[in-house]
């Protein structure tokens, strides 16, 4: 992949670092080797880096190496952006365009991919499975990835953006994902999936027939109940026989006591007629109670009710009477409240006219604080950059070209003259700046004290707005309380008939309790006596015994015909149940053929389940990764020797030793180190070995992918990979970039550096501050 042409309109590293709404770089005429993008922080050298490449993402400003981790809106200003880049791979020429539009709330992105045919026009990318690049992100990604590669492999290998995250750190999986795309395995992985797809056909179809067989098996458990069921229904059917014979035996015993009986109910006709009549005035007496007890229950209620209602009367009265002094003085408080009122009602409105004239005061002062503040950053901001044009204009007696031929044409020396013709108008704008906020100054503090006397005012009216709305419900409370004056001599009258009244209910209430209580003595010895008579003549009385064993007898053929029923229940439900037995004794005939089909199934998913395991990440594909191991090592390490010499060495480890000494699938990056006789992780380095070491690494993967894998990036990424190293470090850090170049056989790499020296190493400089408004 090697970029030809970058336009960014409406991104806030554009507006922010070079002062312009758009800006478009031309870098299919830059020479082949290293080019530095310079400028100072903030300038826009990230924005640019960032949007170098097609894939929808700025890596720099990303969580994590993913499209879903990413948003463009985060980056740009305005109702409208546009990114548009041209390159080239494999040798054609593309052109990618992000399109942002966001009128109102929600904003709209379009993602475009084309290809420039030999006539020189555009036409959509379309893949070989139809998928057409329409503006969707969906099918924009699937595009890009199928012309170069996946967005992983990318920006792991050639592009090493700000903030990236350290190689040593991936996990095992990442890793083998990886790998797999550089060493062009991937479709062992397809393989894998369409293997575990067939398993997982085979899985529903054998669900279904664990299904069958399930249902099979709660019908071998239903038969197993049914038989025990049909035992259970005979043992049932013997005992209720058994108890229907006792019954009928216990029928004929009862009858002949009822024989018995029979022949002794004539010598007592006597007493039973006595006792009828004894029930009879028994049962006048019980309902005689009942309805004494009934007129009792309601006359006290009534009683109570008119107590009540006298009680209520009374306490309103006192109450009324209670106030009486109260109702008295309310004319006096009811004049004083309305004194007062009108006394404080004309401090009002002053008071008020004093406030207006102190609030606009305030307004005015609270202006000129601001316009003080705005004045101060405007200052701050101006002045500093009075003094960044002064440092630049001070270069012009400094720079090496002085007195040379290249003079005139010197770059750095005509910003140095332009930073100079413009410090001058910076200095006139800071001084008219500081005159401006002396004289603001001087207003706002004459003002000041408004803001003192304001809150005082306030206070002033907030105690006389409580005086009066306190004067205002005394004056309302007075005027009702006096109102009721005519009420006391009605309340002495009534209070003392309602205590009169009071007295004669509880007489009347007090003789109506004795007379009940009277009544219902007579009514309960009557009863007693009547109770003792009938039990002397019950002694010699057969009728009651008769109708017991009659009670018996019904009971008894109630009981029999009852059995009889569960008798008839028991034979039909047995009958039932060896009918239902004989046809689950069908159903279960094909239960081992479909047993023997179940298990026949199993076998072919594990099978396949065991094919995809082969195939996929920890299987063949691990294999290959741990062959690949070596080889990646080893041109991590002929980088190393190549640009920084013989004291470190790389090995990678695909594979980690658990406490049991079995080998466990893993990555890990050892770095042996020769001066130290030592050998170490990465992650425990110090943080310039680390960044020195891990751009070996990243490296050494963009050098085994362009040798080994054939995809063919012509161009290399790095954003300030070099911070942490010492000056030592940072030229043999250039002499490896300048190494992967000829090993890879890759055209350029651009980087971005704040070391003047590494930018000096460049073939040639893209000045980002130039290319300011």
Known sequence: MRPLKLTLEGFYGVRDGMRRESVTLDLESLPEGLLALVGPNGAGKTTIMDNLHPYPIMPSHASMLSVDAFSYWDHIC?????????????????????????????????????????????HPVTLPDGTVSDGKAATYNRCVEAINGSLQSFFTSVFSAQNRRPLASYGAGEIKTLLAEMLGIEHLKALSAKAGDVAKILGRALDEIQTDLTALAGKRQRKADVERSVLAQGELLRDTRAQRDLKLEE???????RATLA?????????????????VRAQELVKGVQTLDGDERAAAARTQQRVNVVKQTVTTHQATLARKEAILGAAAKRDAAQLLIGREEAKLEPLQRVIADLEAKQVSHATL?????????????????????????????????????MHATCPLLSQALQARSQAEEQRVSVA??????????????????????????????AVLTRTLSDARRDLQAATELAASKPLLDAAATGLESANVELRDVTEEAAARAARYESEKARMTAEMARIQQESKQL?????????AETDRKLSANREAVAALEGRIEGAIRAQTVLQAEANGLDADLNGFSATQRRADRLSDEIAQWKLLAKGLGNDGVIALTIDDAGPALADTVNRLLLACYGTRFTVEIRTQRALANGELREGFEILVHDAEADSTKSVSVMSGGQKVWIN???????????????????????????????????????????????????????????????LVSEADAVIDVQALAA
């Open 369 to 405: 604080q601001t316009a003080l503040s705005g004045l101060m950053t405007q200052g701050q901001t101006k002045a500093a950059h009075f003094e960044t044009l002064t440092k630049q204009a001070a270069v012009v007696d400094q720079v090496p070209c002085v007195g040379h031929a």
């Open 538 to 546: 019950a002694a010699v009385d057969v009728t009651a015994a008769i």
């Open 432 to 461: 008219e700046l500081r005159a401006q906020y002396r004289e603001k100054k001087a207003q706002a503090d004459l003002l000041a004290p408004v803001v003192a006397e304001l809150a005082a005012k306030r206070g002033e009216l």
């Open 251 to 257: 029928a004929a015993k009862l009858t002949q006591e």
């Open 695 to 757: 751009e070996c690494l990243t490296r050494g993967i963009a050098l085994y992918q362009a040798q080994n894998t054939g995809q063919p990036y012509q161009t290399l990424f790095s954003d300030e990979s070099d911070g942490p190293l010492d000056p030592q470090r940072k030229l043999q850090f250039m002499r490896m970039k300048r190494e992967v170049l000829k090993q890879g056989g890759y055209e350029r790499e651009f980087f971005i550096s704040q070391t003047p020296d």
């Open 78 to 122: 305005g109702t409208s952006a546009l990114k548009e880049l041209e390159w080239e791979h494999d040798g054609i020429r593309y052109r990618s365009t992000f399109s942002f539009r966001k009128p109102g709330k929600t904003g709209k992105a379009e993602y475009y991919l084309a290809w420039r045919g030999s006539d020189g026009a555009w």
């Open 263 to 279: 022949a002794k109910a004539g010598e007592s006709a006597t007493a039973e007629a006595r006792l009828r009549e004894l029930s």
